[in-house]
């Protein structure tokens, strides 16, 4: 499947997505520097967790650079509407276009989303059905990465061995404590929001049910309950779990199911 760049148009998302790369550089760079690579050098840590570290930070960039670039769902100017599913589409009174049951008009991005379950000024996209599982990934990975940056921060001063090796003269190091609270309340702001964002994602795809529509209290006709392993099976477009963790990868719907509730 061929991957296609969706970029949006809003300067208040660039600004937003800036302030998350800003967060995400300060820390990727700043930690090993004066954490991990320091303490590497001096054999008191090995060298898998500054592998790990490293290997979050990249898997969680590319989640965002996925997750903000990935065309969300968005429906074609003349869509193909299957004769057996033209009762399954409706015309959207924004846009006058035919769209399925469960698509939203973003009045930020100015089209039609299929299943879409909100529009994130994170990254500058509409969440939607063929982006849902990069966001995810995101909300994941920057919880592994904010964690890990905080035991860091905390293990610099309670728990690691002093540094003997050190340039005292290089701003970082002068400005030590400084830098690493300014991480640890990026590291908290970080984990405590993604946290509490992904808890809210995964309990709302379980539910079959969007933030839109959670939002708009249209939750009447809601089908026949799936397990959770379907559920996300279905936003991730694949049965193997492992590759739920990969972003460098595309996807391909496993089903539709367009009839199975209310829609907005």
């Given amino acids: 499947m061929k991957l296609r760049l969706h970029f949006v148009v809003d300067p208040m998302g660039w600004f937003c997505i800036s302030m998350v790369l800003f967060v995400w550089l300060y820390n990727s760079f700043l930690i090993p520097k004066l954490v991990l690579l320091p303490h590497y050098a001096e054999g008191h840590i090995h060298a898998a967790l500054v592998v790990f570290y490293y290997l979050a930070s990249l898997l969680c960039v590319s989640a965002l650079f996925r997750a903000s670039t990935a065309d969300p769902g968005k429906l074609a100017q003349d869509p193909k509407i299957p004769l057996a599913e033209r009762d399954d589409w409706e015309l959207c009174n924004k846009c006058n276009m035919m769209r399925p049951k469960r698509s939203h008009h973003c009045s930020r991005c100015g089209h039609c989303v299929r299943r879409m379950d909100h529009h994130c000024p994170w990254i500058n996209n509409c969440v939607g059905e063929d982006n849902h599982w990069l966001f995810l990934q995101l909300c994941f990975y920057t919880q592994v990465l904010s964690l890990c940056t905080l035991v860091l921060d905390f293990c610099q001063y309670y728990y690691f061995q002093p540094l003997s090796l050190v340039d005292r003269a290089d701003f970082a190091v002068r400005h ?79 089903r539709l199911n367009l009839t199975s509730r209310s829609h907005v």
Avoid: N
């Avoid at 209290?217 to 963790?245: C, N």
């Fill in 176 to 254: 030590e404590l400084a830098l690493l609270r300014g991480s640890c309340f990026m590291g908290l702001i970080m984990f405590g929001g993604m946290s509490s964002l992904f808890y809210t994602q995964v309990k709302g795809i379980i539910a079959d049910t969007t933030t839109i529509e959670k939002m708009s209290h249209l939750l009447e006709d809601i089908g026949p309950r799936r397990s959770w392993q379907q559920a996300m099976a279905e936003v991730f477009g694949t049965r193997w779990k492992i590759l739920w963790f990969l972003p460098f990868r595309s996807r391909q719907p496993l």
